[in-house]
């Protein structure tokens, strides 16, 4: 039907009403955060429909499928348009639908299926065993899985695995020459048993475009629109397909080269930098006012851009239309569980005295092991909450390992924790650890033996397989001294034994990224300083793993989000509470060591931008995943070194409440 006649005057500023109504052609729009350029884009598909332009015509891609979702409901609500009559979403759920229709153009079959990260590796590792039996075995080569992350980052990034190699992975500098061989193989198999990863969805959308001209043609002539929200978080394959989808260039793109923030997954604010040299005749547009927060939000914001290094970047300072409020807060804690205490006082006085909705109050943090006290606190005040990101913490791989084997120790009849940690070993696969398992049962049994201590003995050993032998030792007397601990000592000394054993020695092994990984499970240690018997500990995680777990999260129920500050791109929320940040937190110790802060910053400022009316800045004195005692820490840098007038200290003495 009929588009019926929209107001665009009344709904837009003048700057965007200007990006709204632009003239086709290339256009690009560079604002900071809350500026209204998802609202530009959002309005500027309503436009075209107003002047004629079919849904079918408009492709629009989105960091989230849910963002694009949201964004074509508020279409829909304007122009009475369904979003099923879009083609929106994310690069991969779009590469994939281009894929199922046009893939055979490339000798794609349309049945083809997709991997997951984890049928990815395992397709990878077996790729390469055909090539080099010993690979694996060798330890100081990469594990499957930090070997598919170059890979992967060097298609992403368009480098070649050697600059890949060098740029990003210098440890893995001897061996680069051998990984061409392994990507080729790997590519093979996927060819062969018709399946794809999730790089292949881009990259099979990219060589489509390259090598099948009449596909190109077909999709340039079809899409005769296309719109891009954040797009200075695309990486080098992303901007190839909308160069290539777009060669008419009819092209928005919104971005904010401050907001950069996935660097480490190959986005290059570069692109929006070239983007007006890849589309000759680049309309800018800029917006300047934010809608979003308040004046003393955006003053201490604009005081985070301020204290970028001069460089490569668009200059921008974020004028404020709303009314004056209170100067964001920054909470000084002595430690985690101070900051949950604080959190949960807040809040509470959020939603009762001043009626917040849980909705609108979100907690973010950098990683999170740090928000763990902060979970904690919630749980047992019986606060709703959501962890609304990836990966959580106790479902992380290494997490679930190591609570694996503590629960194991624990209860030895506890069969799934040992086959968690015994495929661990090398060769051991599923049946091996029931093999083994049994054989250690009646072992116990027969001899009326503790059955850990029946792991260690000869009769077990001899089913073990030759190539785990080595470390079969080291993995029984770790966890004979881990069952030892469990009779003498309080659950975080437990915790502490584990990870300094044998689980310790397979995490340096098994993850590039290891350093990371020991760091959240040190958070363990100091989450567990709260529960003197182990089987408390080990319920609360359980009990907080159920809170949280998918299945039952309704997301429309009320609940107060807990999140990543990469996850909350593009969001806002009322109040934010920003946790953890403490110097070597955030920005982290990685970061600090690399000496460049700079991704750690823009994400910084991604998240005090997150936040309408209230922004909450705490960070703990003392880190106590460190043990007892503790270690000091200071303020994050990104705080000390803002003007002190951009907010108002307040510092927590827990004996005399606040
Ligand atoms: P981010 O960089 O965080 O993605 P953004 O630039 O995309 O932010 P939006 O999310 O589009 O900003 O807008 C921020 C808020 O300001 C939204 O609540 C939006 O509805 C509101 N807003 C934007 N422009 C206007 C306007 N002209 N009038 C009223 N409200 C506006
Ligand atoms: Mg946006």
């Known amino acids: 039907g009929a588009i019926p006649p929209i107001d665009f005057r009344a709904l837009l500023n003048d700057e965007q ?4 109504t632009a003239e086709p052609g290339p256009l690009l729009v560079l604002a900071g955060a809350g500026s209204g350029k998802t609202r530009t884009l959002t309005y500027r598909v309503a436009y075209l429909l107003s002047k004629g332009v079919k ?39 779009i590469g994939h639908r281009v894929l199922r229709i046009h893939g055979e ?27 080099d039996k010993l690979f694996f075995k060798d330890k100081t080569n990469p594990r499957p899985g930090p070997l598919f992350s170059v890979l992967s980052l060097s298609r992403n990034t368009q480098l070649s695995i050697d600059d890949t190699v060098v740029q990003y992975f210098p440890q893995y500098s001897e061996i680069k020459m ?80 401050a907001q950069c923030i996935y660097s480490w997954r190959g986005a290059d604010f570069e692109n929006i930098m070239t983007f007006p040299e890849r589309h000759p005749g680049t309309v800018i547009h800029r917006i300047e006012t934010n809608y979003r927060s308040t004046p003393q939000i955006l003053a201490l914001a604009n005081g985070v851009l301020n204290a970028q290094p001069k460089g490569r970047h668009f200059d921008k300072e974020l004028r404020a239309s709303r009314a004056n409020a209170q100067k964001p807060l920054v909470v000084q804690c002595i430690d985690d569980r101070e900051q949950g205490d604080f959190i949960i006082k807040r809040i509470r006085s959020l939603m009762e005295d001043d009626g917040v909705s849980a909705n609108e109050i979100a907690i973010l943090y950098r990683s999170h092991f740090v928000a763990l006290e902060t979970q904690l606190a919630l749980s047992k005040a019986g606060v709703p909450y959501q962890i609304t990101s990836g990966v959580k913490f106790f479902e992380r791989q290494h997490v679930r390992d190591l609570v694996g084997l503590i629960s194991f120790v624990y209860n030895p009849s506890n069969q799934t924790g040992w086959n968690r940690i015994a495929v661990l070993l090398p060769k051991i696969g599923e049946k091996g650890a029931q093999k083994i398992y049994s054989a250690a049962l009646d072992h116990a049994k027969l001899m009326q033996r503790d059955f850990i201590d029946a792991l260690a003995t000869d009769d077990v050993k001899s089913k073990v397989p ?29 915790v502490e034994m584990a990870i300094d054993g044998w689980y310790g020695d397979y995490l340096r092994g098994a993850f590039a990224d290891y350093i990371d990984r020991l760091e959240e499970l040190k958070a363990m240690v100091g989450f567990a300083q709260r529960f003197d018997e182990m089987q408390d500990l080990l319920a609360q995680i359980v009990l907080m793993n159920g809170e949280t777990s998918d299945r039952k999260v309704d997301p429309d129920a009320e609940a107060i989000k807990l999140t990543t500050v990469h996850q909350a791109k593009g969001l806002e929320y009322d109040v ?15 970061a600090i060591e690399a000496g460049d802060v700079e991704e750690e910053r823009r994400l910084f400022y991604v998240a005090v931008t997150r936040a309408k009316n209230e922004l909450y800045l705490c960070y703990p004195k003392v880190a106590t995943r460190a043990g007892p005692g503790g270690m000091l820490l200071q303020p994050s840098r990104f705080i000390t070194e803002l003007d002190e007038k951009l907010y108002d200290p307040l510092r927590l003495k827990r004996s005399f409440g606040w």
């Open 105 to 131: 153009a490339i000798n794609l079959p349309r049945n083809f299926t997709i991997l997951d990260a984890d049928e990815s590796e395992s397709l990878l590792k077996q790729a390469v065993e055909e090539q």
């Open 17 to 20: 009403f200007n990006a709204v």
């Open 576 to 590: 934010v509470f920003v946790i953890g940040l403490a110097d070597g937190m955030f920005p982290g110790r990685r």
């Open 178 to 257: 051998a990984l061409p061989a392994f990507a080729s193989a790997y590519a093979a198999k996927k060819r062969e048993q018709n399946v794809c990863d999730y790089d292949d969805l881009l990259e099979h959308w990219l060589t489509l475009l390259i090598k099948a001209p009449e596909v190109a043609a077909y999709f340039a002539h079809r899409f005769r629109h296309v719109l891009v929200d954040e797009y200075q978080d695309t990486n080098t394959l992303q901007a190839q397909i909308i160069d290539k989808i777009a060669t008419h260039h009819r092209v928005m793109a919104v971005g904010d080269d």
């Open 466 to 494: 030759k190539d785990a032998k080595d470390e079969w030792d080291s993995f029984c007397s770790s966890l004979a001294e881990v069952a030892e601990t469990m009779k003498n000592d309080k659950p975080f000394k437990v």
């Open 55 to 93: 849904p079918s015509e408009i492709l629009l891609l989105t960091f989230t499928n849910k963002a694009a979702k949201e964004m074509l409901h508020r279409v829909h609500d304007l122009t009475g348009v369904e979003p099923a009559r879009f083609w929106g979403g994310t690069f991969h759920s």
